[in-house]
Structures are given as C-alpha cells and as structure tokens.
C-alpha cells in the first residue's frame, strides 16, 4: 500500500500570510495527486487533481505543485475561509485502491 | 446542480449489519464511478470502496468480505451494505463521484456508529 505522509500536522499562519502544505508518497504516484480542503462540519471539497490543476471554481490563490513522492500546496494569501484541514490523496492504482495523507491544520496564529 | 444525499446512517450493535443509501442527481448517475469514503470521528479520510459505471467493485482491504457496494442506475441511487460490523467501523459515510481516482462531488455523509 502507497502511504501519503503529510507535513506539518498544523500550520499556524495569520490572514494574508502564505501557506506552503507537503504531501510525501512512499513510492511514485506520477501525477495522480488531488488535495482536498475539508471545514469543520463539512464534507471534503476538491481544490486540485493530476497535481497541479484547479478544480472547478477553486480560487487562483490555490496551486499545486510535484510529482512522483513530493507534491506541495500552496495557498498565496491566505484568507479566513481558507482555514481548515487539507488532505491530499493518491490514486495511482486507482481503482484497485487510493489512499489519503492524515491532513494538515491550517490555523490562525 | 450535483447533489449526493446519503441515509441509513444509526447506531448498531458490534457483529451486526447496516444499508446505507447514497440518492444522487444533477449528473448521469448510469455512466458515472462513484465510491464510499469513511472519515472516524477525529480522525482522516478512508477509502472504502468504489463501483464502476459498468459493475466492477472494489474495496479497501479494511472491509473486503464483510461490506457490499451496489448501485440501482434505474434509481440513481449507490448503497453499502455493512455485515459483521465492528467498532472501528465508527465512522462518517460519504458518498461521492470519482473520475479516474479524484472525487468531484461528495454528500454530506451519514453517522454509522458501531457500540454496544
């Protein structure tokens, strides 16, 4: 099984700040690498898939970067929406199996 | 609008069974994957299963054996049917679309907790 190894567990950051999220496979994924941001109470929501590609409606101050067993997200400026916990998920093997990183806090300082 | 609706969602006893329902509507649900992601309370995301536009299934090696996934396309709606349920089971449900491997869409989830 492909384990997803997410750095750090919290990021404490203030409004306007820039957020940098790792992502660390245990063996090359290629580029089949989504995040997803998930608010208190609330269902997961995709912001990016193959790596780098923003999802549907997702704002231009999320980017993804990487390939392989390293992949970073990236949240320009952040804003108070943008606190919440953000996981990313490899689907290399799709369909026999994904696996999702434990998640990152992003936080208010 | 894509819209995902899980239910079946209760408190059941350690060794007993569940149904869960996922209606969907606002896509092509006969031409679509969809899968069952778990999230224990606190904790992660956790892959349960996936069907197929065309039948195939697939599950997490967590739950192989003991939960069934299967889709009614006349109904547009995805169930999960849980067996020998344990009290790892604990978790949120979500039903969600999946396009090669991403999930586009998801409900809002339905409580399954397993305790005595």
């Known amino acids: 099984e492909i384990v997803m190894t997410q750095s750090p567990a919290t990021l404490s950051l203030s409004p306007g700040e820039r957020a940098t999220l790792s992502c660390r496979a245990s063996q090359s994924v290629g580029s089949n690498l989504a995040w997803y941001q998930q608010k208190s109470g609330q269902a997961p929501r995709l912001l990016i898939y193959?790596?780098?590609t923003r999802a549907t409606g997702v704002a231009a101050r999320f980017s993804g970067s990487g390939s392989g067993t390293e992949f970073t997200l990236t949240i320009s400026s952040l804003q108070s929406e943008d606190f919440a916990v953000y996981y990313c998920?490899?689907?290399?093997?799709?369909?026999?199996?994904?696996?999702f990183g434990q998640g990152t806090k992003v936080e208010v300082k | 609008e894509v819209q995902l609706l899980e239910s079946g969602g209760a408190l059941v006893q350690p060794g007993g069974s569940l149904r869960l329902s996922c209606a969907a509507s606002?896509?092509?649900?006969?031409?679509?994957?969809v899968s069952w992601v778990r999230q224990a309370p606190g904790k992660g995301l956790e892959w349960v299963s996936a069907i197929h536009s065309d039948g195939p299934t697939f599950y997490a090696a967590s739950v192989k054996g003991r939960f069934t996934i299967s889709r009614d396309n006349s109904k547009d709606t995805l169930f999960l049917q849980m067996t020998s349920l344990r009290a790892e089971d604990t978790a949120i449900y979500y039903c969600?679309?999946?396009?090669?491997?991403?999930?586009?869409?998801w409900g809002q989830g339905t409580l399954v907790t397993v305790s005595s």
């Open positions: 606002g896509f092509t649900f006969s031409s679509s994957s």
């Open positions: 969600a679309t999946t396009f090669v491997g991403r999930h586009d869409y």
């Open positions: 193959s790596a780098s």
């Open positions: 998920q490899q689907y290399n093997n799709w369909p026999q199996t994904e696996t």
